[in-house]
């Protein structure tokens, strides 16, 4: 059996991300496994790190707020992880509490990333509450019960499994909010998986450059460019070094092992301070996201 870490407690998207994970894993595999909460991001990178999980489910990008910033930066920090594998789910929000009636709320709960996504109706509807960040959507909800001025914004699946009223649901600005996950392992821990042998694959890797000067990115972005590799995503995050340096985190669509990756890596060195390679992988198809 393997042991799969995730932001907790229960009731998180990122749970019903490992869920998810769980469901093709055990059907391709035909081997078991355990799901071990967690009570941040950065604890549940940091198990998988330390031997104590054999897997992390964790988000790294949303539709709506863009880059899951503890997921690039702790990937940085640890030099001992790969992407295994992505998965893309639908994010639907719910206000949930006990009190009787919405305009009785004066407080609304969550994690940071879920009170983002739900600013304008939240700004519409109430306007004057205060809104209290937490490390997860549903570490407030054991909470709900004996505060009756209070509400928390999680999911339908949540409130169910904490048997809590549901006072609106859908109430996150766009509908088609959804949230990229990474599944992350040890790195040489799992061989390859040759089960989406014909899709496209997609390879994650950030570096820093030696300097900040003019063109300075343009030359790493040219050596992509020139083996015709496409850039599905880039980020930029602070090294923390000084104000003014950044790291660069990019998605490619190309195998790592591919001749074309192969020669811009190569060129690529010439051009970074530090080049870090966190994976090839594929996307979970969606007929396992339901």
Request: aromatic share 8%; proline share 6%.
């Amino acid at each position: 059996m393997i042991s799969i870490a995730h932001l907790g407690p229960s009731g998180t998207y990122a749970e019903q991300a490992a869920l998810y994970y769980v469901s093709w894993f055990t059907k391709t595999t035909k081997m078991e496994a355990s799901l071990c909460p967690y009570p941040s991001i950065f604890q549940t990178l940091h198990s998988v790190a330390k031997g104590k999980s054999d897997l992390a489910v964790v988000p790294v990008e949303n539709s709506i707020q863009g880059g899951v910033t503890v997921t690039l930066d702790t990937l940085w920090e640890l030099d001992n992880l790969q992407i295994q594998l992505a998965l893309v789910v639908p994010i639907t929000h719910a206000l949930i509490s006990c009190s009787k009636n919405i305009d009785n709320i004066e407080i609304v709960y969550s994690h940071p990333q879920a009170l983002a996504q739900c600013q304008k109706w939240l700004e519409k509807y109430l306007p004057k509450v205060q809104l209290i960040p937490t490390n997860s959507t549903t570490e407030a909800l054991q909470k709900l019960e004996n505060m009756q001025t209070a509400a928390a914004i999680s999911s339908l699946r949540a409130a169910q499994l904490y048997n809590l009223p549901v006072l609106a649901n859908a109430i996150n600005d766009y509908p088609e909010n959804c949230t990229r996950f990474w599944v992350i392992s040890k790195r040489g821990d799992s061989p390859k998986d040759n089960t989406f042998a014909n899709t496209l694959c997609y390879t994650s890797l950030a570096f820093s450059v030696p300097a900040n000067l003019p063109g300075v990115l343009v030359k790493p972005l040219q050596v992509f460019a020139n083996q015709n590799i496409n850039l599905s995503k880039i980020e930029s995050r602070p090294t923390k070094r000084s104000l003014g340096e950044y790291l660069f985190f990019m998605d490619l669509e190309a195998d790592v092992s591919s001749n074309e990756m192969q020669s811009a890596l190569n060129e690529l060195s010439n051009h970074t301070e530090i080049l870090k390679i966190f994976g090839s992988y594929n996307v979970l198809p969606t007929d396992f996201i339901s």
